[in-house]
């Protein structure tokens, strides 16, 4: 066992060296962040990770395809439902199965309650780590009542597994379409609250407004995808370059900003909220009949060949790379975790702006620890 | 361009490659030594436009070690898969990507930590998820009996 990496307290170029984390409130998680601090400004931002590494990478070539499904949950936990179904479509595409309508809209409209629930904790969280802390409860309420229809319908709130491949789990629950109508007539009316609690605020507009801009030439070349990316006028919204499921046959609005400051990249996501309410609209009345599920064999096994699927998640684009041999385990499975990507640029973008500002940054960058590490 | 054109510029550009239309995109499998002038071509040429690295994917395939390269255009939305693969296990190495893509440095800090692949003139080349005392655990040989339970 070799010595772990203590950082120096003072380095060659008399900056002080701290640590931020693994254990601090605004990090969302097991993140490590080693400043490098002239005074109060930050020259040098080094993540260290692997804090809750679990190699599920390797766990995946061990385990069969449908197992693999419960793994991805436990990556971005608070966008499970997309996860599950980027493995869904991976297989579903390997095996060249024909998937009806109804399993289609299903899929879309919880991918777009969990897009709503993870962005209302953002909202939250976001707020706290600025200091307004009405946010975390008012947020942490509008979320609950998302939770709730998930706990009718899939059974559990949050690490769900409602997809499988070929369709779903169960069937929708007969309260379901209701739930999800009083939900969005409920927080049609509380979002406006959140503009007027945060987006208006003048103390969180000084410390937002120009803070950690991203170009969009530096945000393609960091690959940056999501709400962080389009905030920075990067087109590069999955559901509608690539659509699947049943995105093609909805309409909705790419939010794009031209800034790419740390405000514009909570604004997106304010926005795109309500994006996610209209595509809820246009498709809870209009669930066709048919089976919540297609027979698939009981050991599936993927014809021989290289499989790639992705699909945008509430942080940005994950994509799903799986090498077949044939067998009923995969010889290699990839995730393209969009928070792996986009924590790349934190150190780019907090250069020269004051430690509190980094707070802000990486809160604004929407990371979630356990989908970094893997 | 759609696959058979992108298959016929790449070869134009790189003629000592393998080029196919794979099931979903264009595929090239590129000798590791011309792979950074191959991609460089790619991402400044004004037809191609290669602008944005989507994933770099390290994988064992039992005798060979090798990476696989997801490129896309945001102008043009096209993909290419760019391929290498190398026989040598001991000390494998290929040319690193962050001079033209900046998100490289990350993808392929990852690709070094779990399979053991070298990039030569990467930046700050160190181990991201776990110490030095850990083997490479993606590789097919990798052995661990106390971390991993076979059944």
């Known amino acids: 066992m070799e010595e ?69 949950d436990r990556m971005d936990y608070l966008s499970a439902h997309i996860n599950n179904e980027a493995v869904c479509l991976a297989v579903e595409k390997a095996t060249e199965t024909e998937i009806p309508d109804r399993i289609k809209v299903i899929r879309t409209i919880m991918a777009e309650l969990t897009r709503i629930q ?158 996610s309410m209209d595509i809820l609209e246009q498709l809870i009345d209009n669930i066709p009949e048919g089976p919540f599920a297609v027979k698939m064999k009981p050991i599936i096994k993927l014809p021989e060949g290289e499989y790639y699927q992705r699909v945008e998640t509430a942080r940005g684009e994950l994509g799903v790379y799986i090498l077949s041999d044939g067998n009923k385990n995969p010889l290699r499975v990839k995730f393209r975790s969009p928070n792996f990507v986009n924590l790349g640029v934190l150190n780019h973008i907090s250069k020269n702006f004051k430690i509190a500002d980094l707070v802000a940054i990486s809160g604004s960058l929407d990371l979630i620890i356990p989908d970094i590490d893997r | 361009m759609n696959k058979p054109e992108l298959i016929q510029f790449v070869k134009t550009l790189a003629p000592d490659c393998e080029a196919k239309e794979g099931k979903q995109y264009a595929e090239a499998l590129v000798p590791g030594e011309s792979l950074h002038d191959l991609a460089g071509k790619l991402k400044e040429n004004e037809e191609s436009l290669f602008d944005f690295l989507v994933c770099i994917t390290g994988v064992d395939y039992g005798k060979e070690l090798g990476c696989i390269y997801q490129l896309r255009s945001t102008k043009y939305s096209h993909n290419l898969i760019l391929k290498v693969k190398t026989s040598d296990r001991e000390n494998p190495n290929f040319d690193s990507l962050t001079d033209l893509w900046k998100s490289a440095d990350f993808l392929e800090r990852e690709v070094y930590d779990l399979l053991g692949i070298k990039f030569n003139n990467h930046p700050d080349l160190r181990r991201l998820f776990l110490d030095n005392s850990w083997g490479f655990p993606l590789r097919k040989d990798y052995v661990d009996d106390v971390n991993i339970v076979t059944k």
């Open chain 1, 4 to 72: 772990p990496v203590i950082a120096k307290a003072i380095n060659e170029e008399e900056e002080y060296v701290i640590n931020m984390g693994p254990q601090h409130p605004s990090t969302h998680g097991v993140l490590r962040l080693v400043v490098s601090l002239k005074g109060e400004i930050v020259k040098n931002v080094e993540p260290h990770l692997g804090y809750i590494h679990r190699g599920i990478e390797k766990m995946c070539e061990s385990i069969t395809y449908p197992q693999i499904i419960h793994l991805t």
């Open chain 1, 118 to 275: 993870s962005h209302q904790l953002f909202w939250a969280s976001f707020g706290m780590d600025l200091g307004g802390l009405t946010c975390f409860f008012y947020g942490l309420r509008d979320r609950e009542k998302v939770l709730d229809i998930w706990e009718e319908t899939c059974g559990s709130r949050m690490l769900v597994s409602y997809n499988c491949p070929g369709g779903l789990m169960f069937d929708l629950h007969p309260n379901f379409q209701k739930s999800v109508k009083d939900f969005i007539k409920y927080f049609r009316k509380k979002l406006p609250e959140y503009d007027q609690l945060l987006t208006g605020n003048v103390i969180f507009r000084e410390r937002t407004v120009g803070i950690g801009k991203l170009s969009l030439e530096d945000a393609i070349s960091y690959g940056i995808t999501g709400p962080t990316g389009r905030a920075s006028g990067f087109s590069c919204d999955v559901r509608k370059h690539e659509p699947y499921s049943a995105y093609d046959r909805v309409k909705f609005n790419e939010i794009l900003f031209s800034e790419g400051d740390t405000f514009h990249r909570y604004y997106s996501r304010i926005l795109e909220m309500k994006e």
